[in-house]
T-cell receptor
């Protein structure tokens, strides 16, 4: 297994355009998370899936953002009508779920979005 | 109040010294605590996890947890220039992790 894979690595888009990012988690991990990180800040939680079910969404996630994990494997994050404030690194992470304590995440390399 | 607070630094230590990084968290129900290292332009990399009060050692790294004080720390012994990075404290509360803003560490050769 090569770890968590994210594509593309970089995306430059014009304001108002739609963008879609893909994440392929570690195959045996049943949880998948999306985070957003801006310069000088820690990662901010956006949403997470357990298998194909989207179990939690942050209030940060406006209705322009949507995420899917249709077969419980890879996930996509779509941003519609991008704004300059959406410029950030979008990080995907995966982990195993555990009832008693959490496992650390394994992060992908991220997708850096620049909205011009 | 933020869920996880860290001093942003920068923290500078000479090569070979001990670097001490600190983190406090607000949710007393938090069960799991993690330290991530993030090099500039790269994604976070897990370096330590700790679940119980006390110390946990892994090579040059020691994580310390005090749940009563809601405090987590990371000690890096024999600091190397390659340790220069931002260190993120993460706390597992419920089903998601909350991250601090990170402490920037520079190890001076």
């Amino acid at each position: 297994d090569t770890g968590v894979s994210q594509n593309p690595r970089h995306k430059i888009t014009k304001r108002g355009q739609n963008v879609t990012f893909r994440c392929d988690p570690i195959s045996e991990h049943n949880r998948l998370y999306w985070y957003r990180q801006t310069l000088g800040q820690g990662p901010e939680f956006l949403t997470y899936f357990q298998n194909e079910a989207q179990l939690e969404k942050s209030r940060l996630l406006s209705d322009r953002f949507s995420a899917e994990r249709p077969k419980g494997s890879f996930s996509t994050l779509e941003i519609q009508r991008t704004e300059q404030g959406d410029s950030a690194m979008y990080l995907c992470a995966s982990s195993l779920a555990d009832r008693t304590q959490g496992y650390g995440y394994t992060f992908g390399s991220g997708t850096r979005l620049t909205v011009v | 109040q933020k869920e996880v607070e860290q001093n942003s630094g920068p923290l500078s230590v000479p090569e070979g010294a001990i670097a001490s990084l600190n983190c406090t968290y607000s949710d007393r129900g938090s069960q799991s605590f993690f330290w991530y290292r993030q090099y500039s332009g790269k994604s976070p990399e897990l370096i330590m996890s700790i679940y119980s009060n006390g110390d946990k050692e892994d090579g040059r790294f020691t994580a310390q947890l005090n749940k009563a004080s809601q405090y987590v720390s990371l000690l890096i012994r024999d600091s190397q220039p390659s340790d220069s990075a931002t260190y993120l404290c993460a706390v597992n509360t419920g089903n998601q992790f909350y991250f601090g803003t990170g402490t920037s560490l520079t190890v001076i050769p």
